[in-house]
């Protein structure tokens, strides 16, 4: 972790305010950890309250105990019209929203989650100077132009995206990164060491699958995956891998957890083994499913494939496999390189690479025992590192030390 020494007396956190453009509390990977990032805030004494930029994008029942409420629509809008009036709506009315909440809740600080575009977070810096509260933002991946950009018309939205990263984070109170690369760009970008730090993920280690039995079946062997079934998530280098696992070991089968977009879905069942029977698709599961499923499971797998957005960030599913106490395989991505040795936490193997990946795979099945010691391994790694009550401390001294 990146907490740099700061000379400035440190000043006492009991209420901050995070606005977050996904929904609360569950849902995906950005609302699993702003959930746990606020679970782990509320056990560190602090008080809080979640305002959804969006909305809402699930039906999930709130029972955190912690305060959440919608910015402006009750839900995400569908056509393109009432998306230019949520952002007209969003840039008039976020310093009244600021205002307010400090005057009501006292807040001593703001944090924004997945708000990444100047334009938006300028308001938020007016009214925070104007309030004498700070202001921290997350930032968690450096996104490709075409995710930015899905159409020619909101081109304008990338030199907004850029901006802020190269010329506005600077004049912010402080960044949380989740990974050494985004911490390293925005020094380049004139951050100063001092208000920054890294903290790659905050993970309810001990209960997330410590309430559930590994239920394997005697006679398979399976090999799992959870997450977007993507390209870039490297679903289809893990199948082709796996392809050739299943011909040394036919007792092996692959679990997806997840369900795949129609087009991957249908590459899917058309790359997978001739038996037909050796790669299963869960379909989409809710959260307390997750970890049933991966239980299940003998070995699990991160096969991101390389590239900018890969290297950006930290595999944050590797919290969650750690979790299991499972032995891992995982592509030498991201900030992999910065905290583990191969064979120690988990495998490593490079990206891009189906027959490595392979490899790794057929080393775990030959090594059972070496492999259950993997597995132990890396999860006390991340009930070190990742642990969500020990990471909110982390970011609360960060935070006073930044008042």
Not at 80 to 106: G, Q, R
Not at 328 to 344: C, H, P, Q, S
Not at 345 to 368: G, K, S, T, Y
Request: with cysteine; net charge positive.
């Amino acid at each position: 972790m990146l907490i740099v020494a700061n000379d400035k007396k440190s000043k006492a956190i009991k209420s901050l305010l995070i606005y977050t453009t996904g929904d609360f509390p569950y849902g995906m990977a950005p609302e699993n950890l702003v959930r746990q990032l606020s679970l782990g805030l509320v056990f560190n004494d602090i008080r809080l309250k979640i305002i959804r930029l969006r909305g809402r994008w699930y039906n999930y029942t709130n029972d955190t105990g912690i305060e959440a409420q919608n910015f402006v629509l009750p839900r995400v809008p569908k056509n393109e019209i009432a998306k230019i009036f949520e952002l007209i709506t969003f840039i008039l009315l976020i310093p009244f929203s600021v205002i307010k909440n400090k005057i009501k809740y006292k807040a001593d600080g703001l944090i924004l989650y997945g708000v990444e575009y100047f334009y938006l977070i300028f308001p938020y810096w007016i009214a925070c100077r104007l309030m004498g509260i700070m202001l921290i933002r997350i930032t968690t991946d450096f996104y490709h132009s075409s995710t930015v950009v899905p159409v020619w018309w909101k081109k304008p939205k990338l030199f907004f995206y850029k901006f802020q990263f190269k010329h506005f984070d600077k004049y912010l109170d402080g960044i949380v990164s989740l990974s050494q690369f985004m911490a390293e760009y925005a020094i380049e970008c004139g951050v100063k060491r001092k208000k920054i730090i890294v903290i790659p993920h905050f993970i309810d280690t001990e209960s997330f699958s410590g309430k559930y039995y590994t239920i394997q079946q005697a006679d398979k062997v399976r090999i799992g995956f959870c997450g977007s079934a993507t390209e870039a998530n490297g679903i289809f280098d893990l199948i082709e891998a796996f392809n050739r696992v299943h011909q040394k070991f036919p007792e092996t089968e692959l679990l997806i957890i997840g369900e795949p977009a129609p087009k991957e879905k249908i590459r899917i069942k058309q790359m997978a083994s001739t038996d037909g029977n050796s790669v299963k698709i869960t379909g989409l599961l809710s959260r307390p499913e997750v970890p049933v499923a991966l239980l299940t499971c003998q070995i699990l797998v991160n096969p991101r494939k390389s590239g900018l957005s890969a290297e950006a960030g930290f595999p944050t599913k590797l919290g969650e496999y750690f979790s299991c106490g499972l032995p891992v395989v995982a592509t030498l991505v991201g900030d992999i390189k910065y905290y583990f040795t191969d064979k120690r936490e988990l495998v490593m193997v490079n990206p891009d690479r189906p027959d490595e990946l392979a490899e790794a795979l057929i080393f775990l099945l030959n090594n059972v025992e070496e492999s259950r010691q993997i597995g132990l391994r890396g999860y006390e790694w991340a009930k070190n590192n990742l642990d969500f009550k020990t990471n909110a401390a982390r970011l609360k001294e960060f935070l006073q030390l930044m008042k």
